[in-house]
């Protein structure tokens, strides 16, 4: 257990991705005037927790092991791969989700299928990775400049 809590990559890693889905609460207060608990369970949302994870892990390996790593270039690979998919794949599944939806609900008047809805929170926009990224990059450089 005590290599874990010298593990600060891990740990950067985590704080970000545990921020971000705190962030979620107060930001989608602010856009709707609704406060929903709920959301720090729930992928999607401002800013993109998957964005903050993959970045603080990446520059948390550059910052206590050296930019020169191999594990660096694997992680920001590992991270293109990530925030495109946020933005990219699950964004349009999420997008695909809404309009399935609807037409389930079109059909439904007289509930001839199944009501079970999918989930159309999946992916991120753009400015929600850019958010996630964001604090990807603070969280592992205040808490480098913390313990180094």
Same mark, same amino acid.
């Given at each position: 257990?005590?290599?874990?809590?010298?593990?600060?990559?891990?740990?950067?890693?985590?704080?970000?991705?545990?921020?971000?889905?705190?962030?979620?609460?107060?930001?989608?207060?602010?856009?709707? +005037? #609704? $406060?929903?608990?709920?959301?720090?369970?729930?992928?999607? *949302?401002? @800013?993109? =927790?998957?964005?903050? %994870?993959?970045?603080?892990?990446?520059?948390?390996?550059?910052?206590?092991?050296?930019?020169?790593?191999?594990?660096?270039?694997?992680?920001?690979?590992?991270?293109?791969?990530?925030?495109?998919?946020?933005?990219?794949?699950?964004?349009?599944?999420?997008?695909?989700? +809404? #309009? $399935?939806?609807?037409?389930?609900?079109?059909?439904?008047? *007289?509930? @001839?299928? =199944?009501?079970?809805? %999918?989930?159309?929170?999946?992916?991120?926009?753009?400015?929600?990775?850019?958010?996630?990224?964001?604090?990807?990059?603070?969280?592992?450089?205040?808490?480098?400049?913390?313990?180094?």
């Amino acid at each position: 257990m005590s290599g874990l809590l010298h593990n600060h990559v891990l740990i950067a890693a985590l704080i970000a991705w545990q921020l971000a889905q705190l962030l979620k609460i107060p930001f989608h207060f602010w856009r709707t +005037q #609704k $406060i929903e608990w709920r959301l720090y369970f729930r992928p999607g *949302g401002m @800013p993109s =927790s998957h964005s903050a %994870l993959m970045i603080s892990t990446s520059l948390g390996i550059a910052l206590f092991h050296g930019f020169d790593n191999p594990l660096f270039a694997l992680s920001v690979a590992i991270s293109m791969i990530v925030l495109y998919d946020a933005a990219g794949v699950r964004r349009q599944a999420g997008m695909h989700a +809404q #309009k $399935i939806n609807l037409i389930i609900e079109e059909l439904l008047q *007289g509930h @001839p299928i =199944s009501q079970e809805q %999918l989930k159309e929170v999946l992916g991120h926009s753009p400015l929600e990775v850019v958010g996630g990224t964001i604090l990807g990059i603070v969280v592992p450089l205040v808490y480098w400049l913390l313990v180094r």
